[in-house]
Each structure stands twice: as C-alpha cells, then as structure tokens.
C-alpha cells in the first residue's frame, strides 16, 4: 500500500508501502510501541437497505423498508492484533468531525503506544487542516481500494445483521442502531476477528 504523493501533511508517512511506514513510525518514535489500526465511516440512516433473507422458494419475502432520509455516520478504527476498538457516531463528514474523531481515539490508546491508522484518501482524511495527534500516524490506502481496509467488511456485516428491513423514527434513533449494532459486534471479539482477518496482514511485519 503506498501513501499519495503530495499528501504528507501533519501526522502522515510518505514511504511506500504498509511496512515501510511501519518502520518509519517506529524510527520516528522510538520510545513507544507500535499498533495497526485501520479506520473508515459508514453512513447509516433511515433510507436503509435490502438483505437476504431465508423465505419459502419461488414467494418474495416481505419486509420493512423505510424511504426518509434522516442518516448519520458512524466512525470506527479497529486493532486487529489486540483486538481494540474505538467508534463514535457523528451527524456528519467533514475535517472537524474526523479531528474530533481523531482527538477522542488518541485519548483511548495506552501512554506508551504509537498508533499507526490506515485509512483510505477521503477528503477529510487528507485535509491539511486536520488536527492529527503526536500519538497517531496516518497512512493512506491506494486510490480506489476499499478492499484492503478490513473494516469494509465489518460494515457489510453489521448492515446485513443489525441495520436492514427495520424502521428508525428520527435521527436519536439512528445513532441508537448504530451504538446498538457496534457493541452487538464487539461483543463478539471471535466474530469480529474472523470478518478481519485478511491473509495479508500477518505478512506485514514478517
């Protein structure tokens, strides 16, 4: 995975590749210990969607399916060595809301831990007025590669289990599905683990 060209802002590596900016977090800083952590934002909201469904052969089944428009966004930065999570819910995108995002999880990770948070070049990802903290590093993913971030899956899973053929009154009640459907998961650490264990990821640090 290699970081954009001309995208090195506060907090951010300009080595290609995953591992090699693993390196140059633990050069950068010396005295803490290294955690992969990988981020993303789903946008849920009252205009859900369809999932499967068992029913009879042959009859269409019938379900819930709401046509407002009331939606929030849920950030998320999973661990998958150790297993850590961090999510907020937020009404919207922007680079306020990732540095507030970024602020709260950088208060949640141990004093003596660098995290290194792979997360793909949204807009708000790069901005150069994003405040990013000294114990956070950012790598971007390539462009157009949502398949190397295993929280992708993550959301794919909690839209099929939680989040679809359901009614939400307002917008309370869509930031409660997605706090409701985010501790259901977590719970779970051996699901969780098994929706991100993406074969490559060991290699990393070989």
Not at 100 to 124: K, Y
Not at 135 to 143: A, E, F, G, S, Y
Request: with cysteine; glycine share 6%; hydrophobic share 40%.
């Amino acid at each position: 995975m290699s970081p954009a060209v001309g995208r090195q802002g506060p907090g951010r590596l300009s080595e290609k590749g995953l591992r090699e900016a693993l390196k140059g977090a633990a050069a950068a800083h010396p005295e803490r210990r290294l955690q992969l952590w990988f981020q993303d934002e789903a946008h849920i909201g009252q205009k859900g969607r369809t999932a499967h469904r068992w029913w009879e052969r042959g009859q269409r089944p019938v379900g819930l399916c709401d046509k407002r428009f009331t939606s929030a966004y849920l950030y998320a930065a999973l661990c998958l060595a150790s297993g850590a999570d961090f999510a907020l819910v937020m009404p919207t995108v922007s680079t306020t809301a990732m540095s507030l995002f970024l602020d709260g999880f950088s208060r949640s990770l141990e004093p003596d831990v660098q995290a290194v948070l792979v997360l793909d070049q949204a807009g708000w990802h790069g901005s150069r007025a994003l405040a990013v903290p000294d114990n956070v590093t950012l790598v971007p993913l390539p462009p157009y590669s949502p398949e190397l971030n295993p929280v992708e899956r993550v959301w794919l899973y909690l839209r099929e289990r939680f989040l679809s053929h359901r009614l939400l009154d307002d917008y309370d009640a869509v930031v409660e599905a997605c706090c409701d459907a985010w501790n259901a998961l977590t719970a779970t650490p051996d699901r969780l683990r098994s929706l991100t264990s993406y074969p490559w990821l060991p290699c990393v640090n070989a």
